[in-house]
């Protein structure tokens, strides 16, 4: 079934668990993506983002998004990442996606908030919702996003005393954090402040998001989950199981490319099953349970 955000969020902002976003950029990682939900009973945020785009279209991912969140039978937000043009966000919306994020955190504070609060009125008004974030979280060497980690990220965390403002002043339902994740892989364990996540979530009353959550440890979700992460980005880690995949069986296929599907799709399914159990996410009966961490 579609859904928007809130639909998910708060009953894992309210149960202390946290409901994971995987960006996928063709039909086969939709697939792995859905399946795994299906088969565990969770909901699920599926989308891409802005930098993604080159590699599939906005609106031709629409098409294979929008109805396959519809017929399943766990709620699924269809989420439009890190927009960083008001164009697309818009052309999102239109298209029919119930989630938006409108990535302004390089923008001056105000400037963000100004930019913020219009997209979320235009958001709502397609009964969607809408993610902003504070600070920035950073990108790894390498990341899609394409800059190196920055030298000194603790700049750049959020301030919880800003957050309250910037969730007041904007209307955004969910805000990212930067706590110390940065998007892309890890080359070096990261330091997330767990301190800063609990102040945070102390201080505002929306779902917090941690955006580079792959290559995070177990421990690293578990603790973020308990200390008030409500939302999980991940697409690395299933960007390389469906790459390793293909590698794995391409030296025994001589017949095309439709014999690597199946496996590509049973290891994003496997991947995205992995960290639907870490997070504790579990739908049943129209009620949402969570894990005891």
């Given at each position: 079934?579609?859904?928007?955000m809130?639909e998910v969020?708060y009953?894992?902002?309210?149960?202390?668990?946290?409901?994971?976003?995987?960006?996928?950029v063709?039909?086969?990682l939709?697939?792995?993506?859905?399946?795994?939900?299906?088969?565990?009973?969770?909901?699920?945020?599926?989308?891409?983002?802005?930098?993604?785009?080159p590699?599939?279209?906005?609106?031709?991912?629409?098409?294979?998004?929008?109805?396959m969140?519809k017929?399943?039978?766990?709620?699924?937000?269809?989420?439009?990442?890190h927009g960083?043009?008001?164009e697309?966000?818009?052309?999102?919306l239109?298209l029919?996606?119930?989630?938006?994020?409108?990535?302004?955190?390089?923008?001056?504070?105000e400037?963000?908030?100004k930019?913020?609060?219009?997209?979320?009125?235009?958001?709502?008004?397609?009964?969607a919702t809408?993610?902003g974030?504070?600070?920035?979280?950073?990108?790894?060497?390498?990341?899609?996003?394409?800059?190196?980690l920055?030298?000194?990220?603790?700049?750049?965390?959020?301030?919880?005393?800003?957050?309250?403002?910037?969730?007041?002043?904007?209307g955004?339902?969910?805000?990212?954090?930067?706590i110390?994740?940065a998007?892309?892989?890890?080359?070096?364990?990261?330091?997330?402040?767990?301190?800063r996540?609990?102040?945070?979530?102390?201080?505002?009353d929306v779902?917090?998001?941690l955006?580079?959550?792959s290559?995070?440890?177990?421990?690293?979700?578990?603790?973020?989950?308990?200390?008030?992460i409500?939302?999980?980005?991940?697409?690395?880690d299933?960007?390389?199981?469906?790459a390793?995949?293909i590698?794995?069986?391409?030296?025994?296929?001589d017949?095309?490319?439709?014999?690597?599907?199946?496996?590509?799709?049973?290891?994003?399914?496997?991947?995205?099953?992995?960290?639907?159990?870490l997070?504790g996410?579990?739908?049943?009966?129209?009620?949402?349970?969570?894990?005891?961490?």
């Amino acid at each position: 079934m579609l859904v928007n955000m809130n639909e998910v969020l708060y009953p894992a902002k309210k149960g202390k668990y946290a409901v994971g976003l995987f960006n996928a950029v063709n039909l086969e990682l939709a697939r792995g993506i859905i399946e795994a939900a299906e088969s565990t009973n969770s909901p699920i945020i599926i989308g891409t983002a802005e930098v993604l785009l080159p590699y599939s279209p906005l609106e031709e991912l629409s098409y294979i998004l929008i109805p396959m969140a519809k017929k399943a039978k766990v709620p699924v937000v269809v989420h439009f990442d890190h927009g960083l043009n008001k164009e697309t966000c818009l052309k999102a919306l239109e298209l029919g996606f119930t989630s938006i994020m409108y990535d302004c955190s390089r923008d001056s504070y105000e400037e963000n908030i100004k930019k913020v609060k219009e997209m979320a009125d235009i958001a709502h008004s397609y009964g969607a919702t809408i993610e902003g974030e504070l600070g920035h979280v950073g990108d790894n060497e390498g990341s899609a996003e394409g800059n190196s980690l920055l030298n000194d990220p603790t700049k750049y965390y959020t301030d919880p005393v800003m957050a309250k403002d910037y969730v007041k002043r904007t209307g955004v339902d969910a805000l990212a954090v930067a706590i110390g994740s940065a998007h892309g892989a890890y080359k070096l364990p990261p330091k997330l402040d767990f301190e800063r996540i609990k102040a945070i979530a102390s201080a505002v009353d929306v779902p917090l998001v941690l955006h580079g959550g792959s290559g995070l440890t177990d421990n690293d979700f578990k603790r973020a989950i308990h200390d008030g992460i409500s939302k999980v980005n991940i697409f690395t880690d299933i960007n390389v199981a469906a790459a390793q995949a293909i590698s794995n069986n391409f030296m025994d296929v001589d017949r095309g490319v439709m014999e690597l599907i199946p496996s590509q799709v049973e290891a994003v399914k496997q991947e995205v099953i992995k960290k639907l159990s870490l997070f504790g996410c579990e739908y049943s009966g129209g009620l949402y349970n969570s894990r005891d961490y």
